[in-house]
């Protein structure tokens, strides 16, 4: 079974540029997330989406972010305009089971993208 | 806001030696917790999943324990190895049916 898969694994720009991530998850899971990892710190969860729906996006900085899924299966994540706060590792999971059935489901996480900005 | 910390930030062991990691969170109402693994430049691995019903859970060499109305868990790993070296996330997932993570402890284990 291929894994999620996210591309590019390294981007570095400027401040005030913009950038985006692209997530492949595993084939049939209905759930997506987008992470913000920190070093030294734990993933903070931006964004969920189940299909191609939005369920939770309290954390994301919406003035600068967003993130779709089209179709239910591929999403994307941009930042414009970045700022140097933003550095961090951004990982995409899915989880094969619909949110509200959550308990017990597994998520699966892609190798991330280490975002440097300058 | 549920808040999740591990202790210790970082652990340096030889090889061959019991260790035990812990977690602490602050929240006791969560349907489970998580303990994953990091590896430099991947993403996270699921090691075990604890119900909150359950006491605790076992795979290989790993144990982890759950006491919900203390808000700790503890992670066992027995007869440690080089190739157990990275940093362990624990995670619990509360009444937002998110995931709320730790900071996480880096392990190095010594040949």
């Known amino acids: 079974e291929a894994g999620v898969a996210q591309s590019p694994r390294y981007k570095i720009i400027e401040k005030r540029q913009s950038v985006a991530f692209w997530c492949n998850p595993i084939?049939?899971?209905?759930?997506l997330y987008w992470y913000q990892q920190i070093l030294g710190q734990g993933p903070k969860l931006l964004i969920q989406?189940?299909?191609?729906?939005?369920?939770?996006d309290s954390q994301l900085p919406k003035d600068r972010f967003s993130a779709e899924r089209l179709k239910g299966v591929d999403s994307t994540l941009k930042i414009q305009p970045a700022k140097l706060e933003d550095s961090a590792v951004y990982l995409c999971?899915?989880?094969?089971?619909?949110?509200?059935?959550?308990?017990?489901?597994?998520?699966?996480f892609g190798p991330g993208t280490r975002l440097t900005v300058l | 806001k549920q808040e999740v910390t591990q202790i210790p930030a970082a652990l340096s062991v030889p090889e061959g030696e019991n260790l035990v990691l812990n977690c602490s969170f602050t929240?006791?109402?969560?349907?489970?917790l998580q303990w994953f693994r990091q590896d430099p430049g991947k993403g996270l691995t699921s090691l075990l999943l604890i119900q909150s019903s359950q006491r605790e859970q076992t795979s290989g060499r790993l144990n982890a324990s759950l006491d919900k109305s203390s808000g700790r868990s503890t992670l066992y790993i027995a007869a440690s190895q080089p190739g157990d070296s990275a940093t362990y996330l624990c995670a619990v997932r509360g009444s937002a049916r998110q995931l709320t993570f730790g900071s996480g402890t880096q392990l190095t284990v010594l040949p």
């Open positions: 929240d006791s109402a969560i349907y489970n």
């Open positions: 084939s049939g899971h209905a759930t």
């Open positions: 989406f189940q299909n191609n729906g939005v369920v939770d």
């Open positions: 999971a899915s989880s094969l089971v619909p949110r509200l059935a959550a308990d017990t489901d597994t998520q699966y």
